[in-house]
């Protein structure tokens, strides 16, 4: 049974940092690429940040670049997502997905282009 379980999420103030983690379990974590993706009240999932399965290749949106960092351990079966200087509007439920197996991202939905979500852990950023 595939599981993602994020941690991480809280309250913080504008200008603040907070490190996501996602543990995975159920299925070879190095052959799957991966992805943060958000979701905020009265919106559609977002794509927040992808990563291929070495590393190599990731993507951001341009609402994050420059400010969030997403990094995967395969051996520890873990990916992260380090935000930097969050703003309001970053406030949503950020989920650890897997990508679907030979994807594009960059042409496709998060619902088209994900297979497994975690449950979500709440990022807020208010002052």
């Known amino acids: 049974e595939v599981q993602l379980v994020e941690s991480g999420g809280g309250m913080v103030q504008p200008g603040g940092s907070l490190r996501l983690s996602c543990t995975a379990s159920g299925f070879t974590f190095s052959n799957a690429d991966m992805a943060w993706v958000r979701q905020a009240p009265g919106k559609g999932p977002e794509w927040v940040s992808a990563?291929?399965?070495?590393?190599?290749?990731?993507y951001y949106p341009d609402s994050v670049k420059g400010r969030f960092t997403i990094s995967r351990d395969n051996a520890k079966y873990t990916l992260y997502l380090q935000m930097n200087s969050l703003k309001p509007e970053d406030t949503a439920l950020y989920y650890c997905a897997r990508v679907r197996s030979r994807v594009d991202i960059a042409t496709m939905t998060v619902l088209e282009a994900t297979d497994y979500w975690g449950q979500g852990t709440q990022v807020t950023v208010s002052s």
């Open positions: 990563i291929n399965t070495g590393g190599s290749s990731i």
